[in-house]
């Protein structure tokens, strides 16, 4: 999927339940530890944290207590995750968990949606109204090492596809209901974001852009939720890829595994239907990154 020449390369890859039997309300956020083997995910309304281990294909859980959206990696023994009332931290190893930073702005009426760590090295999580009918209240915080927590972008509706490019000089964001994928210029330094624009635009037969991940060379795949495919676009917006899986609502990509080549996808369930889950995706030809980490203070 390197070749960026001629039309979009499709590709039909087999499909499975990576959990047989699990079903989630709303999946999202998988990250793969390279450190611990460990693919982590969320169920968003179940307030679940999910873990596979790859190796022995073990699965375990963790509740929270309240919504929980998005797992970021840190450099020391818990994981981050964020929920309704701020980020969490999270030892699997023993299920302890500690409300790290108190955010009064992610409850109420909102919820916390996508989110990741930075190559700046700071927890990255947007949120939006937690109803169906939302407006442009959603925002777009930076949580540093420190606990300090900054709006960086207001006038969201439905934040998700959060990504950098693997230099970190570029970050992306999706609004999902504008069918829009917007790019900013990006200090990895300081997490300054300059220079907003258009970066694509999806077509009707895509879907609308949901989570995203970026390959190692620098491809931007996105989940277009009903449209049961995943797109590739180059650095210059381009479509050059795209990936047919068998669930219409898919939610989120992560590239897993010793050598970051599994591709694993979560998904929604649709009304009444209870088939959200984590989904295997082999082959899928692509290569991934390391997650980015953050050092707590």
């Not at 972008?153 to 490019?165: A, K, Q, R, S």
């Not at 200090?187 to 907003?196: A, F, K, L, Q, V």
């Not at 929604?268 to 203070?297: Q, Y």
Request: charged share 25%.
């Amino acid at each position: 999927m390197s070749d960026h020449a001629g039309e979009p390369l499709c590709v039909s890859p087999m499909v499975t339940a990576a959990v047989p039997g699990l079903t989630c309300t709303l999946a999202e956020s998988p990250v793969w530890d390279d450190r611990r083997r460990m693919l982590f995910w969320v169920d968003i309304p179940a307030g679940r944290v999910h873990g596979l281990g790859l190796a022995e294909n073990h699965h375990c859980h963790w509740d929270m207590g309240e919504p929980v959206s998005a797992i970021g990696l840190t450099e020391g023994e818990g994981i981050l995750v964020a929920g309704k009332s701020g980020i969490w931290t999270l030892s699997p190893e023993t299920g302890d968990r500690t409300l790290w930073c108190a955010i009064a702005e992610f409850g109420g009426g909102m919820r916390p949606n996508d989110g990741k760590i930075g190559p700046d090295g700071a927890f990255w999580v947007g949120t939006m109204e937690d109803r169906d009918d939302r407006g442009r209240a959603g925002k777009l915080y930076r949580i540093d090492r420190d606990g300090t927590a900054r709006v960086m972008l207001d006038g969201l509706v439905t934040p998700n596809g959060i990504e950098w490019t693997p230099d970190g000089r570029r970050m992306f964001l999706a609004e999902t209901r504008e069918l829009v994928v917007r790019a900013w210029d990006f200090d990895p330094t300081t997490g300054d974001m300059s220079n907003p624009r258009d970066h694509l635009r999806f077509q009707s037969h895509q879907g609308k852009p949901d989570g995203a991940i970026m390959d190692a060379g620098g491809t931007y795949w996105v989940c277009g939720i009903y449209s049961a495919s995943m797109w590739g676009f180059a650095p210059d917006g381009t479509l050059i890829g795209e990936i047919r899986l068998d669930h219409p609502m898919i939610t989120m990509p992560c590239l897993a595994g010793v050598g970051l080549d599994q591709l694993f996808v979560t998904s929604l369930s649709r009304e009444g239907s209870g088939d959200g889950t984590l989904l295997r995706v082999a082959p899928c030809g692509l290569i991934g990154r390391k997650a980015n980490r953050i050092r707590l203070l």
